[in-house]
């Protein structure tokens, strides 16, 4: 039999695809859109985290979930010293939650407070894309709008704290292995991980109609 985390990842591979492919992410990715969408996309992300880890503290008691809230994960500090460089001081007044963000950040949040294992599909969704695909973007960022490497506009996508990624991912599917539920339980975390990604690929497709390309 499969390892939960084999499982999970194998699951929703189809999902990672479609939105790694979605059309904002290769335009992000190609160098074709402007430092304002990139901002645009990491104020999103703002609202995504602060889900993730506001008043989290209260699952770090949790069986369950409990062993994935590690707080060399946390992004918030990282994101708004970005989103400082990229909107200025006054970063906060502008910020706007597109409608799909909105209903993502609600949807982890309700899972923080009610289902911690729902939250942990959040979780992985999030943390695990970060620590592997998120170094693409990044390196992508840095070249083409000019950020220094690993500085200001691209903190989120640096764990200072993690120095070997490939260790710290390895150790995370031991913990998502050791996960102990039933099979019906399984099977609706594997479902929340799918909802996960297509909640970002939704995002994205939002995203993607305010910044179309021209050409
Ligand atoms: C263009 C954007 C993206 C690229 C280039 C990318 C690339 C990658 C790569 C190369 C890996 C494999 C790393 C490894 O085996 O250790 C990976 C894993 C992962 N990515 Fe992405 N990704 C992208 C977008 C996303 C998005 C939008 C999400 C979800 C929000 C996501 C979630 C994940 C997750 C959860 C994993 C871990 C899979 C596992 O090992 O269990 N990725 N990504």
């Known amino acids: 039999m499969d390892s939960f985390s084999t499982v999970i990842r194998t699951a929703s591979q ?31 992300l703002w609202f995504v985290y602060e889900a993730l880890e506001t008043g989290i503290e209260q699952l770090a008691d949790d069986p369950v979930a409990g062993p994935f809230v590690r707080p060399e994960l946390f992004r918030l500090p990282a994101l708004e010293r970005d989103l400082a460089h990229l909107r200025g001081p006054d970063w906060r007044a502008g910020l706007r939650a597109l409608p799909a963000t909105r209903a993502y950040a609600a949807r982890v949040r309700e899972c923080a407070e009610r289902w911690p294992a729902g939250y942990v599909a959040h979780h992985y969704t999030r943390y695990l894309g970060d620590l592997s695909g998120g170094q693409v973007i990044r390196d992508k960022a840095e070249r083409t709008w000019g950020f220094t490497r690993r500085g200001d506009g691209v903190r989120f996508y ?20 050791g996960f102990r539920a039933d099979e019906l339980e399984r099977q609706r975390v594997v479902t929340e991980c799918k909802r996960a990604f297509e909640l970002n690929t939704a995002v994205f497709r939002a995203l993607g109609e305010e910044f179309p390309l021209s050409a």
């Not at 059309?23 to 190609?30: H, I, R, S």
């Not at 640096?158 to 292995?177: G, M, Q, S, T």
């Open 158 to 177: 640096v764990f200072d704290e993690i120095p070997n990624p490939a260790a710290f991912k390895r150790h995370y599917r031991e913990l998502l292995d």
């Open 14 to 44: 189809k999902q990672h695809t479609e939105a790694e492919t979605s059309t904002f992410m290769a335009d992000l990715l190609g160098g074709r859109l402007g430092v304002d969408a990139y901002a645009r996309y990491t104020e999103q």
